[in-house]
Every structure is written in C-alpha cells, then in structure tokens.
C-alpha cells in the first residue's frame, strides 16, 4: 500500500533522514519508534508532502508521489495526525471533522454517520469549540478528521504525547479498531514502548536519521527497544 524506497530529506545542506526504506501494509500498524530529536516527525513530513525529499521515493497503491505536494497527497490516500494534533481550537467539533472532507466526496453524509458512530463522544460533543475538549478527545477529533478522507495510509506522529495513561490505552483500544474495520495501512511514531508493543505489527528505531533496529509483532526485543529509547 505505500512503499518508502531510500528517502533521503534535509534541511537546506543539514540531511537528517540518511537513506530510510520501508513498507506499510494493509490493515498492518508499522511503528516507527525514537528519542526526540531523531528525524521521525521529518520522515512523517516529507510522506505526507509538508517536505519535499531530496531523493528517494514514496509509492501508493503504485502511484509514486513523492514530488506532489501534500493536497494532491491526500487525493492519492494518505491522511495525517499531526504531533500535537493541531485540531482549530475556535471552530466547533463538526467543523473541525468538516473540515477533513473531501469537498467533491459523494458520501459526506455517509462519511459524518461513520466518524460519529465510531467516536461516541465527539456526536456528544458536535457543537462544542474543539479547543474546549481534553486532550485525549482532541485526538480522537484529529483521528475522526483524517478517516473522513478516506485515506489508505493513516499517519500518526506521536499520538500519545501530552496523553494520560488511562487514555493511552483507549487510543490504542481505537487504532485497533481502525485497523480491523478499515482498509488501510496506519503509521505510528512513538515513544511509549507499552501503547506501541499493544498496536504495532512491524516496528522500527529511528537513530540520527537511520533504522538501526526491527521487529516483528510477537518477536519484540523489549529490552533492546527500551536501551534505544533511554536517554
Ligand atoms: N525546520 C527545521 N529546520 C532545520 N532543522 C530541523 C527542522 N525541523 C527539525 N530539524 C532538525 O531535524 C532533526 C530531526 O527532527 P525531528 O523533529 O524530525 O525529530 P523527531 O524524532 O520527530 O523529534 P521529536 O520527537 O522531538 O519531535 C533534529 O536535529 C531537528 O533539530
């Protein structure tokens, strides 16, 4: 469903993510997992579009995109839960849910039904300005904004930041069901070993810009993964 194939990005001369290859498959979360600072939300970006790559490619459903910009992106599948979530405080729940949906879209009304039946809590809280919701409601928001897309890659950049524990788990309680109920292939970067070890089917560390380290869901090297993510 999408395939990274030797990405390389920089800032101006500065390169930050050295030669990164991957693939993400459907109904598969692949984790992408660093210390701060290590090039994950720039790797996030430049799938998306928000940077363009120096070289490499990134390939959708065949299709490969990696000199569109990000709306033409999002026409071809990919939708994107930023870090921090960046929901539009002053708009009210529905407008920010609106606001994901492709304005040509046959099924806007089909598409609404499903986001509210698959996150009780923003139905409840439709009128509301999304700048008054909890964190872990934001999420959901931000969640609920990308699937109106009806994307087949959904990329989370670090979804449980600034998340209390409790919530964590619900988080990953709701991207296994994304994951089960939708067609499409999630990316995650991470953290939390634990809300990574409960979602993910293949993992990667992400070090200065390179994979240095996989696993596979069920063969995890807890250990190992912890030594990469300590400070
Ligand atoms: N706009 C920018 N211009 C120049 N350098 C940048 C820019 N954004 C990030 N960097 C640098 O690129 C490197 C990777 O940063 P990036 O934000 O991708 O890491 P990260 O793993 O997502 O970290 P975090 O978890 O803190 O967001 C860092 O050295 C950072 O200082």
Redesign the pocket.
Known sequence: MLSIKNLHVA??Q?E?VHDISFEAQPRQVTAIM??????????M?SIIGVIQPKSGSVTIDGTEVQDWDSCKRVGAGIAYVP?GRQIFSKLTVEENILSGLNPRSPNKADLMRDAYSMFNVLYDMRKRKGGNLSGGQQQQLAIARALVSEPKVLIL??PTEGIQPSIIKDIARLLNQIKLAKNLSIIV?E?VLSFTIDIADHMYV?ES?RFIHSDDKGSINEEKIKGYLSV
Request: no cysteine; net charge positive.
């Open positions: 800032y101006g500065s930050v660093g210390k701060n600072g290590m090039g994950k939300s720039t790797l970006k870090q950049d670090e970067t953290q992400i810009g």
